[in-house]
């Protein structure tokens, strides 16, 4: 049920829609015919038509506000999922918003941390160093002379998020119910994938934990600095980090001037992806150029946590080998890979799958990245893939939103690089760390320190063992399904036995009493009555026998 706020809004929605030449969307939903009215009080709605429609869509996302810009910005991302000429419209989606005010921001923080913000920095910047529309930062020293720079959430953004989230919500719901293509865009999965990174980002507390374990990641590496968090005075709408002062990555004048090194630097760029998401598992998810700066000695500087990615081993390790076979030509692996790990369905022929790949991948190859896509080859390879019916893979989303993001930089970088050169040995090397000896030596040392905690137990648990068993007090628990189906045949044969012994002798006393002398107390047609139930009593016992099987 549409609350009365969420119906202004969503009438807002439709206003904005006609006003940008968008009207067909609220035709296409029927629950909107009422509202269909407001396109003629929109005259320039027709001349608006002359504009592309991926820009009209641009637009419209831009006067909904910071959520839907947001939307739109993740949105461009899923070429699997949109047109072309849309997917590259939204990538120019900026964030607009104005920045509040440095007392606010004050104010925010002396209230979080219940003490002016004179006791809590030596100085506190209130003009922002930036302002996004989810937080804003600010540069601060600490009472101990440590440049920092602050992130507060920005205020009143929760119930902004919360209804705007709800409406798309309800938004994806109609179009899934009245719109042709809604089931295969999958849009209820697509807002609720959003609203998971939406929430994720205005737990500054998360974001600090992120940048830690991030820092923690490459303490002993030249590759990447990560900020230091300052916990004490951090709490979950403030976040205060190390300052980092490098050059912007998209700043190429003064990278040059710098004299950093474009090749190394591209392929370092490589490398540091590689290494969150294979060697880590944790890779940074945000990788746009506003968030990464270069030092002058040619090192990278990450900032902007908030949305962190990482994959479950059975993914790592298909898709690893998937980058391997990949280059190596090896589509016949490549599909093989895509069958055995269930992206395409079980019964999918390898073969046609094998030849449509290699009709993507091999024009490609041995291009440098100036002259590829990954946004293409990745376009290319889903709308192979939808036609071989491949799920689209939720847990993936991230990681190919990763890797345009670094195509991108690469490409600003040293247009010349050369991807799969770069990317091969790293894989090769961690493929057999993973299989084979070096794989096993390492799971080895891995469990070297429980096995050496446990070792001292070792000789006592033997003796006590040993002990048991001399005195017949060994006792076994089974546990394996296999074992309690032995026990319980062991069980049925031993009660097979019981049953058999009592029923020959039952039979034997039948016997011998049929065969006394002068045995008179009942008789029944000529022998004792009692050798009759002996006798009955024995056949019981074998059928019983018989039976226990
Ligand atoms: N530790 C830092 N040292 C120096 N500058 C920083 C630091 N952290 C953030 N900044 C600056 O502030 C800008 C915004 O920071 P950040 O990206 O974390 O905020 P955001 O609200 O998540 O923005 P967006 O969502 O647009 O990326 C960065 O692009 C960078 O210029």
Same mark, same amino acid.
């Given at each position: ?30 629950? &909107?015919?009422?509202?269909? &009215? ?5 005259? *320039? ?47 120019? @989606? ?10 606010? =921001? ?29 937080? +804003? ?34 938004? =994806? ?26 929430? /994720? /980002? ?94 002058? /000695? ?22 690893? #080998?998937?980058?391997?076979?990949? &280059? ?11 069958? #055995? ?78 991807? *799969? ?35 001292? #137990? ?32 062991? +069980? ?47 056949? @019981?016992?074998?059928?019983?026998? *018989?039976?226990?099987?």
């Amino acid at each position: 049920m549409i609350r009365p706020g969420q119906l202004l809004r969503l009438l807002h929605i439709n206003w904005v829609l006609v006003r940008n030449g968008l009207d067909e969307v609220i035709l296409a939903t029927h629950l &909107f015919r009422p509202v269909r &009215f407001l396109r003629w009080l929109a005259p *320039w709605h027709l001349l608006s038509r002359r504009t592309p429609r991926a820009v009209r869509i641009r637009r419209t996302l831009e006067d909904l506000g910071p959520i839907f810009v947001k939307f739109g910005q993740i949105l461009s991302t899923r070429k699997d999922l949109l047109p072309d000429d849309i997917a590259d419209e939204l990538a120019k @989606l900026q964030d607009r918003v104005p920045p509040f005010s440095g007392d606010l =921001a004050s104010a925010i923080i002396e209230k979080t941390h219940g003490r002016p913000v004179q006791d809590i920095f030596a100085h506190f910047d209130t003009v922002p160093l930036a302002s996004a529309s989810v937080a +804003q930062v600010h540069a601060a020293t600490l009472n101990s002379g440590e440049d920092v720079v602050v992130k507060v959430l920005r205020p009143g953004i929760e119930p902004v998020i919360r209804r705007d989230v709800s409406l798309l919500h309800y938004i =994806a719901g109609l179009a899934e119910r009245y719109w042709s293509e809604g089931r295969r865009l999958r849009p209820r999965e697509v807002v609720a994938e959003f609203e998971k990174t939406l929430y /994720e /980002e205005m737990d500054l507390l998360r974001e600090a934990a992120n940048a830690s374990q991030l820092r923690r990641n490459f303490e002993d590496s030249t590759l990447l600095h990560v900020p230091e968090v300052y916990w004490p005075y951090c709490r979950h709408n403030v976040m205060v980090m190390e300052r980092i002062y490098g050059i912007p990555v998209s700043d190429l004048d003064a990278l040059h001037e710098a004299g950093v090194d474009m090749k190394s630097l591209s392929e370092r760029g490589v490398e540091i992806f590689f290494t969150q998401v294979f060697r880590h598992n944790f890779f940074h998810a945000d990788m746009h150029p506003g968030n990464i700066f270069v030092s002058r /000695e040619g090192q990278y500087m990450a900032v902007d946590f908030g949305i962190m990615g990482t994959l479950s081993p059975v993914d790592q390790r298909y898709l690893a #080998e998937n980058f391997l076979a990949f &280059f190596r030509r090896d589509y016949y692996r490549v599909a093989q890979l895509h069958v #055995e790990s269930e992206w395409v369905p079980k019964g999918t022929r390898v073969d046609e799958f094998e030849s449509a790949i290699r009709s993507v991948c091999e024009p490609i190859f041995e291009r440098p990245l100036k002259e590829i896509s990954f946004g293409q080859l990745l376009l290319r390879l889903f709308q192979t893939a939808r036609r071989f019916d491949m799920e689209i893979q939720p847990q993936l989303v991230l990681l190919q939103k990763t890797l345009l993001n670094i195509e991108g930089l690469g490409r600003q970088l040293y247009p010349d690089l050369d991807l *799969w050169q770069t990317a091969k040995p790293f894989l090769e090397r961690w493929m057999s760390e993973q299989v084979g000896a070096r794989a096993f030596v390492g799971r080895m040392k891995r469990s070297f320190p429980e096995w050496s905690e446990r070792l001292p #137990e070792i000789p006592e648990l033997v003796h006590r063992t040993l002990q048991q068993a001399s005195e017949g007090k060994l006792q076994v628990q089974w546990e394996s399904r296999e074992l309690e189906k032995l026990r319980h045949q062991m +069980q049925r044969s031993s009660q097979r036995t019981i049953y058999a012994i009592l029923g020959s002798g039952f039979l034997i006393s039948a016997s011998l009493i049929y065969g006394l002398d002068g045995y008179t107390p009942a008789m029944l047609g000529g022998a004792p009555l009692l050798s009759w139930v002996f006798g009955g009593i024995s056949a @019981l016992l074998f059928l019983a026998a *018989w039976e226990t099987d």
